[in-house]
């Protein structure tokens, strides 16, 4: 049996000593281990095509209801080069692997497909040289979407009122100017709120409508990484890396 599936790679770990286990994500199947024989050496022939960032086509053999498998061999679709080889982008592009291997499960979902087509897309925009702050808001916006945690901005998340004046993570979305006073929320300007707005409902497909608006900022993406934080208890570790980067500039 020689089995082919087409793959993007989240993460990369050191196995035994000159072995790899790679996370990645397929259309597929969701999220897939792969065991990656010998990938550490100089000489080996899969090495530049299991990188993080990278798009591959690997050969296996798949049996159904495993999630981990032996790479066979490994080949280069798409490298996003760029990821490669700017710090900020390599960051950035971190961000959207560990958002992916957080929110992507180890098995077919139904929303497998759109999870694949929505990173590809984050990493092709990265490279295209997109603002990073505004395509890792789109992205991580569109994947608490399909994890059931979007971002509430249509109204008041406490009281229902469609006049709103501030966001809230620990509430998960927009609230009035009552409710945001009683939690003690500091208001937002409305130009805030409107690209808050616009990216959550636009997403990445829409992100034309999101950069019309002026792009996201630093500071609405650490609303939505403090939003992942207390809905699923998870913590972006590659965002204080990011900010990191983006402070020395
Ligand atoms: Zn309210």
Not at 46 to 75: C, I
Not at 122 to 143: Q, R, W
Request: charged share 25%; aromatic share 8%.
């Amino acid at each position: 049996m020689n089995d082919s599936v087409t793959a993007l790679i989240l993460k990369q770990t050191d196995y035994r000593e000159a072995d790899a286990i790679l996370t990645v994500l397929t259309a597929e199947y969701g999220k897939l281990s792969f065991i990656a024989g010998g990938v550490r050496k100089m000489a080996s022939k899969n090495a530049g095509s299991v990188l993080p960032f990278t798009e591959a086509q690997f050969q296996y053999d798949h049996k159904q209801g495993r999630t981990m498998f032996r790479l066979k061999t490994a080949r280069t679709v798409q490298l996003f080069r760029k990821l490669h080889e700017d710090l900020d982008l390599s960051a950035a592009a971190g961000m959207v692997c560990e958002i992916a291997d957080l929110f992507c499960m180890q098995e077919e979902a139904e929303s497998s497909e759109e999870q694949y087509s929505l990173t590809r897309q984050a990493l092709t925009l990265l490279n295209e040289g997109k603002d990073p702050c505004t395509v890792l808001f789109l992205y991580a916006s569109d994947m608490m979407g399909l994890f059931g945690i979007a971002a509430d901005v249509d109204e008041c998340v406490r009281c229902f009122s469609t006049t709103v004046s501030a966001v809230s993570a620990a509430e998960g979305g927009f609230l009035c100017a009552d409710c945001a006073s009683l939690l003690n929320v500091p208001p937002s300007t409305p130009a805030r709120l409107r690209r808050f707005r616009l990216a959550v409902k636009g997403g990445l497909r829409q992100i034309r409508y999101t950069e019309e608006a002026g792009g996201m900022r630093l500071e609405d993406l650490e609303i939505l990484m403090e939003m992942i934080r207390l809905h699923t208890g998870m913590q972006i570790r590659s965002f204080s890396f990011f900010k990191r980067i983006l402070s020395i500039e």
